[in-house]
Every structure is written in structure tokens, then in C-alpha cells.
């Protein structure tokens, strides 16, 4: 497993709605064993092995992380941001930030780091409820015209914070949610393929799942899978409190993570478990009562409706500059989705009952 790879992706920028430069990364690992690979209208880059198969698996994992955009630079050179997805404001007062301005040089875009820090506010650290239009980021900068020779708006901000290795084979850094899930579609699809599996396989980095839920409705409505297989993140229910009677029990370093839900296929679950049985992978499960708040949402209401599994990874501190992951789960995701994309086939019978 290519461990370096899932580093590029977490140390490379891709706030919601700023994908590019992570979708170039992708397509660039996936260019040796991929038989097609495009990039559409809203920014998806997929990777095809088996483009003429009868069988078309869906891989989703979004690309996209939680962040701001900036959307106003003042008199005095502070940045003015709006959330991207599920962010917590307060999380970032004090921290260390950058901004990734984009420009365009000979037809090509650019991408330029500028460093700054979220401003101090005593009184605003005080409130109650913090919006995301309180946050200040300060870059240093004296004046409007001097911050905005580096920053434009629209421009992706987010922490900046390095990976780190922790005990036990475990992890941490911005953005495990979902770029885990961006890593192990691709090599579970590069494993596959060197297996000659003979499914078709649509390997989807998608974009906007943080925030509009784009990319996997347009990948879904244009590959018009035979089924999709989604992966990405959920709560570890061992992180300070935590709660298993909530979605049920998740540990980190437990496996990979199963969702039973009215919106998952049974039949495409129970094959997962037969590969877990078989290959000794351990597997954990998690209830969703309603949606799942994935891509899944998305793709199984796609066209003429998509029959979807949802593996996720566990995570700890969610949506936060510090989350924890676990390099044995995502190997385990790997080889599951690995041996299912080998196994399934045109001949696959998605209904639950039989008469």
C-alpha cells in the first residue's frame, strides 16, 4: 500500500469547490493502470479499468475537504471567509492557516500558498456561537492593496497542519474525511486490476460532497452503474465521548465499517461479509436510521435508481484540523473492496428476496 500517495493527498489543499490540484494528483497515480481515464463538467476525476464491461462498479470517495473561501479582504489586510462545509469556527481561532490562491499562467492554473493565522479574539472567544463570517485570518499584511497582490476571493483557506504518526499504527492531520476514502478507491482499483478482475471499474475522486453534493450525482447519472460502493469516514465511538447506542460500536484499528440502513444494498452487505469471513478481515458495523450523509444519498437515487454499499473508515475528532485514523483500517478497506471488485460480476442478483 502506497502510504506516500495518501500523504500527497492529505498535504495537498482541496477545500470544497477547489478540488484541481488533488484531481491532478489522482489521475497521476492511476494513470499506469487505469484503460480510460476524464475528467467532467463539475471536476470528477475518474479512472476506468474495463471500460467495456457489462458490469460497472461506482467507486466514491470525495476529494473534497472542510474549509472556508474567502469572500472579502478589509481596509487593514484581514481576510474575510465563509464556511465550506461542516466546519467548527471556533477550532480555528489561533491556529496556523493558509490560503491557496489560484492563477492562471499560460492556460494552466497555479496554485500559490500564502501563510497566515486564524486572528485572537478574546471577546470572541466568549460567544456562545461562533459564525464563520467572525473569523479573521491574519496574514500580516498592512493594507487591502498589499493582501490582495497574494489573495483573491474565492480563494480555498484552511489549517495548516502537517501529518503526524502516532502509537499503535495510527495517524493524524487535516482532511482523513474524506481523502482516506479518495486513497482507497484508487488502490483498491489498482489491486484489482493487477488481479484481473474483469468488472468494469469507474474509480470516482468526487468533488462537493462537503457542500453540494455534485460530483457524485453526475458520475452516477453518466457511468449509469450497476452498483456503487462508497467509502467514506465515520465516527469512532472510543473518542472521548462517544456514544455506541447511537449508531452502534466502532473502534478505531477495528476495521472497516459496514452500514446497515434502509438505503444500503443487503445483498452487496452480505457479500462484503462472506469476503471478511473468508479473507479474516474484521469488520464493524454502524446504523443509519435515515440517510447516511454520504455520497450514497446521492448516487442510489441516480437515474433509474443505483443499488449502493457504504464502507467507511473510523474516525476520531471529525471535522477537526487533528483527526485520527488508523493505517490498519484503511489497509483492510483496501483488500475488502479489492477482492469484491474481483468477485462481483453482470451475473449479481442486488434484490433481497427471491420468490
Known amino acids: 500500500m502506497n502510504r506516500e500517495f495518501l500523504m500527497q493527498l492529505l498535504n495537498t489543499v482541496s477545500v470544497s469547490g ?10 497521476e497515480f492511476a494513470r499506469p493502470f487505469a484503460h480510460e481515464q476524464y475528467v467532467d463538467a463539475v471536476g470528477n476525476a ?24 474567502v469572500t472579502h479582504i478589509d481596509d487593514k489586510g484581514f481576510i474575510h471567509v465563509q464556511k465550506a462545509g461542516g466546519v467548527r469556527p471556533k477550532l480555528y481561532v489561533g491556529a496556523p492557516m493558509q490560503i491557496i490562491h489560484e ?37 500580516g499584511a498592512t493594507s487591502r492593496e498589499e493582501a490582495a497582490a497574494l489573495v483573491g476571493v474565492g480563494d480555498s483557506v484552511c489549517a495548516d497542519t502537517q501529518v503526524r ?29 493487477e488481479r484481473g478482475a474483469t468488472c468494469g471499474i469507474h474509480a470516482n475522486t468526487v468533488v462537493g460532497e462537503e457542500t453540494t453534493g455534485r460530483g457524485a450525482y453526475f458520475a452516477a447519472a453518466n457511468v449509469k452503474p450497476s452498483c ?6 465515520t465516527w469512532a465511538s472510543d473518542a472521548p465521548g462517544g456514544d455506541p447506542g ?18 444500503t444494498n443487503k445483498a452487496m452487505n452480505r457479500l462484503f461479509e462472506q469476503i471478511a469471513a473468508e479473507k479474516g478481515i474484521p469488520l464493524q458495523y454502524e446504523v443509519a436510521g435515515e440517510k447516511t450523509h454520504t455520497d450514497g444519498d446521492t ?6 435508481g443505483v443499488p449502493v454499499a457504504l464502507v467507511s473508515v473510523p474516525l476520531r475528532y471529525m471535522h477537526s484540523s487533528v483527526e485520527v485514523g488508523s493505517w490498519q483500517d484503511i489497509e483492510h478497506c483496501v483488500a475488502l473492496i479489492a477482492e469484491f471488485l474481483c468477485r462481483i460480476d453482470e451475473t449479481f442478483d442486488y434484490r433481497p428476496i427471491h420468490r
Do not use: W
Open 165 to 193: 504518526e502516532l502509537l499503535n499504527d495510527r495517524f493524524c492531520g487535516r482532511a482523513l474525511d474524506d481523502k482516506t476514502g479518495a486513497f482507497i478507491i484508487l488502490e483498491a482499483a489498482r489491486l484489482a486490476a
Open 299 to 304: 448516487a442510489l437515487k441516480t437515474g433509474s
Open 46 to 69: 475518474i479512472s476506468v479499468v474495463n471500460p467495456d464491461a457489462a458490469c460497472r462498479v461506482l467507486l466514491c470517495g470525495h476529494m473534497d475537504e472542510i474549509g472556508f473561501r
Open 18 to 27: 477547489n478540488e484541481e490540484a488533488n484531481q491532478l494528483n489522482a489521475l
Open 228 to 233: 456503487a460502493v462508497i467509502v467514506d469516514v
Open 246 to 263: 447511537t449508531s452502534g460500536e466502532v473502534k478505531l484499528g477495528g476495521g472497516p465499517v459496514l452500514c446497515k440502513s434502509g438505503m
Open 103 to 139: 492563477v492562471y499562467e499560460d492556460g494552466r492554473a497555479v496554485f500559490r500558498k500564502v501563510d497566515g493565522v486564524g486572528a485572537v479574539d478574546d471577546e470572541l472567544l466568549k460567544k456562545e456561537e461562533m459564525k464563520d463570517s467572525d473569523l479573521l485570518i491574519d496574514i
